[in-house]
C-alpha cells in the first residue's frame, strides 16, 4: 500500500470544495487539499453535458483513504461522486514527512 495516496474529487460549488476541504483537513484525514476550477465534459443519463466544476486534490495516508472517501461520500451533494485514488509512488522525503506529521490523530 502507498504511504500517501490522493483523492481526488469534483464538486459544482465553491463554497462546498471548501467545505469537503475544511472537513478532511479538521479530521487530519488529509494533509492538503488542492481545489482548481475546471470545466468538465461528461455524459450524465443520457445527456452529454458540459459544467463549470470544482477539482478537490486532498493528500492523505494511505491507510486513511478507506475514511476520507467514506467522508466525501458522505458530505458530497452529487447522487454519484467522482471519488478515486491515486497512490503516490514517491515523494518528497520532507513532504511525505510533514504529510504524515499533520496527519498524526
Known amino acids: 500500500m502507498s504511504a500517501l495516496v490522493i483523492l481526488s474529487t469534483t464538486i459544482d460549488d465553491e463554497e462546498k470544495a471548501r467545505a469537503l476541504a475544511r472537513a478532511a483537513l479538521s479530521a487530519k484525514l488529509a494533509a492538503c487539499v488542492q481545489i482548481h476550477p475546471v470545466r468538465s465534459h461528461y455524459v450524465w443519463k443520457d445527456e452529454m453535458r458540459e459544467e463549470p466544476e470544482f477539482l478537490l486534490h486532498m493528500k492523505a495516508r494511505g491507510d486513511d483513504y478507506p475514511a ?20 503516490v509512488g514517491e515523494a518528497d522525503r520532507d513532504y511525505l514527512a510533514w504529510a504524515m506529521e499533520a496527519t498524526r490523530r
Open 68 to 87: 476520507l472517501a467514506e467522508l466525501v461520500r458522505r458530505l458530497h451533494s452529487y447522487e454519484t461522486p467522482e471519488i478515486l485514488r491515486i497512490d
